[in-house]
């Protein structure tokens, strides 16, 4: 099952540009749900508002009008990535995938701001959903006894995850290098008490 802002980046990807009151319709959703929806997405820097106008035949105040940023349009990115990891894992050998999902993850924390690490953990793992979300993971954590769990509430390589999982296992990299901790997936794309569905991991700290 797919999220409310999942089905909404789906719809746009098929109308260039829509309205809040347009996507309620369609999804249907109220008009309050839909604009909350889209403000997640527009912080998240995945939807952008690129103007206004009013409804036919329903004069007042003009509605604004999103469309999704240049990052998510229609192109090949996806047809590329997965061509990429083919290649990548031609060669059958565990090290050397291995070898490369670090480089690949050391890489995407570096793209998310390399700035120095707090020492507490809580000040990390906020820092760390801050970068996250700027990769577009619709990252949170939530304290639990022992350790923390962490959500992703989206997936951002959902176009291509079914035949690579082993950028579940770049995540976790991810998540280690962001935290100091060894980060273990317990589900993926689970219901969660939200509503939605979220891929979950637990953070071992000592």
């Known amino acids: 099952m797919r999220t409310s ?9 098929t109308h260039p540009v829509s309205t809040a009151g347009e996507l309620s319709r369609a999804m249907q959703m109220t008009p309050a749900n839909a604009r909350h ?9 995945v939807v952008s508002q690129v103007g206004e106008r009013t409804a036919k035949n329903q004069p007042g105040r ?9 990052s998510l349009r229609q192109n090949n990115l996806g047809l590329l990535a997965r061509l990429l990891l083919i290649a990548i894992k031609k060669s059958n050998d565990p090290a050397e995938l291995e070898q490369h999902l670090q480089e690949l993850a050391g890489d995407m924390v570096e793209n998310a701001g390399s ?13 760390a959903m801050q970068k996250l979300n700027h990769l577009h993971y619709q990252a949170r954590w939530e304290a639990r006894p022992g350790a923390p769990d962490i959500y992703f509430g989206l997936c951002p390589y959902q176009e ?4 690579h999982p082993e950028l579940c296992r ?18 993926k794309l689970a219901p969660d008490r939200t ?4 891929c979950r991991f637990l953070l071992r700290t000592p």
Request: glycine share 8%; net charge positive; hydrophobic share 40%.
């Open 5 to 13: 802002r999942q089905k909404i980046l789906d719809y746009l990807k």
């Open 37 to 45: 929806h889209l403000k997640i997405l527009v912080d998240q820097g």
């Open 62 to 70: 003009p509605e604004k009008i999103f469309r999704l940023t240049e």
């Open 160 to 163: 291509i995850i079914a035949d």
């Open 115 to 127: 700035e120095a690490s707090p020492r507490s953990l809580g000040s990390r793992l906020v820092q």
């Open 170 to 187: 770049m995540d976790a990299i991810i998540l280690q290098r962001l935290t100091g901790h060894a980060v273990e997936q317990i589900a």
């Open 195 to 198: 509503g939605g569905r979220s």
